[in-house]
C-alpha cells in the first residue's frame, strides 16, 4: 500500500465527518453533479427487490434516507431500517421522512455499516447505495450484509464504477476529476470534501473485482448490472435457502 493509500483510508474510518459538514447542501449538490440520473440509479434497487409480500429491508449508508424513500414506494416493502453514522445526514432524513408521512415504516439510526448492531438473520433484502466504498473495509461490510439476511434474502450494493466505452470514460473522468470537485467543493463550503470523494472512486474495485469481494463475504452467484454507460454498477447477491 502506497502512503497516499494508506491515508485515504485513514480518511474512511473518518469518513462520516465529511457527510456531517456537507449534509445541508448533500441533496441538492447530488441531483445537480449527478443531473437527476442518482435518483433513476435509486429506482433501480427498487425494482430488484424481492418479489414477496412484507418485507423488512435495512439500508446501510442510509445518508438522507433517498433509498428508504424510494423503497417505501414498493408494495411488497412493510418497514425500512436506515442506519449511517453521519448524525447531521440521519437528521435531515428523519424530517424527509416525517414530511412525507413515512413514519410508521421508515426507522433510521445511527450504525456503523462494518459492525451492525443488527440480529444475525433478521431481514429480507439489505441495500447500500454509494456508501459501502466509503467504509474502512468493504470486506466486512458485505460480510455484515450477509449475516443480517435470512436464508434466500438479497443484498444489493450500488456503485459508481468506470465506463468501458474510452469516450465515454474520457468525457467522465475529465468532469469526475475537474468539474465535480470544483463546483462540489464551492457549494458545499467544505474544503475538500468533493475532491476526497472523487479520490474514493476511481481506485475503488468494481466489476469482476467488486463481485470477488461479493463472493469472500458469502455471496455465491452474485452479479453486475451497468448502469448508464457503466458510470454506477448495481451488484446483486442473493443468500443461499441451505447453505
Ligand atoms: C455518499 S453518501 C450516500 C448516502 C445515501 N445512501 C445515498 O444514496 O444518497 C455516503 C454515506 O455513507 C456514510 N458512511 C460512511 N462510513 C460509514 C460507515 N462505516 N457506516 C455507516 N455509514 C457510513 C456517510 O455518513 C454518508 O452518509
Not at 6 to 20: G, T
Not at 121 to 137: C, K, L, M, Q, W
Not at 190 to 205: F, I
Request: aromatic share 10%; with cysteine.
Amino acid at each position: 500500500m502506497t502512503k497516499q493509500d494508506a491515508k485515504l483510508s485513514e480518511r474512511k474510518k473518518e469518513s462520516f465527518r465529511i457527510f456531517d459538514d456537507i449534509a445541508p447542501t448533500y441533496d441538492s449538490l447530488n441531483r445537480t453533479l449527478s443531473f437527476g440520473i442518482d435518483v433513476y440509479w435509486r429506482h433501480q434497487i427498487k425494482n430488484n427487490l424481492p418479489q414477496k409480500p412484507n418485507i423488512h429491508v435495512l439500508d446501510l449508508a442510509t445518508g438522507t434516507a433517498d433509498v428508504p424513500l424510494v423503497l417505501a414506494k414498493a408494495k411488497q416493502v412493510e418497514r425500512i431500517q436506515g442506519l449511517d453514522l453521519s448524525e447531521k445526514m440521519v437528521e435531515i432524513g428523519k424530517v424527509k421522512v416525517e414530511k412525507a408521512g413515512l413514519n410508521h415504516r421508515i426507522q433510521l439510526g445511527i450504525g456503523d455499516g462494518c459492525n451492525l448492531p443488527v440480529e444475525s438473520e433478521s431481514y429480507d433484502a439489505t441495500t447500500v447505495s454509494f456508501g459501502i466504498r466509503n467504509f474502512p473495509s468493504t470486506l466486512k461490510g458485505l460480510q455484515e450484509m450477509h449475516r443480517i439476511l435470512k436464508p434466500g434474502g438479497r443484498a444489493m450494493v450500488m456503485e459508481f464504477s468506470l465506463p468501458t466505452n474510452f469516450l465515454v470514460k474520457f468525457i467522465y473522468l475529465f468532469y469526475f476529476r475537474h468539474v465535480l470537485p470544483f463546483v462540489g467543493n464551492l457549494f458545499s463550503g467544505h474544503g475538500d470534501a468533493y475532491s476526497y470523494l472523487n479520490k474514493t472512486v476511481e481506485d475503488y474495485p468494481y466489476g469482476e473485482d467488486f463481485l470477488n469481494i461479493m463472493r469472500e463475504a458469502g455471496f455465491k452467484t452474485p452479479k453486475a448490472h451497468p448502469l448508464t454507460f457503466g458510470i454506477a454498477t448495481l451488484y446483486i447477491g442473493d443468500k443461499e435457502e441451505n447453505p
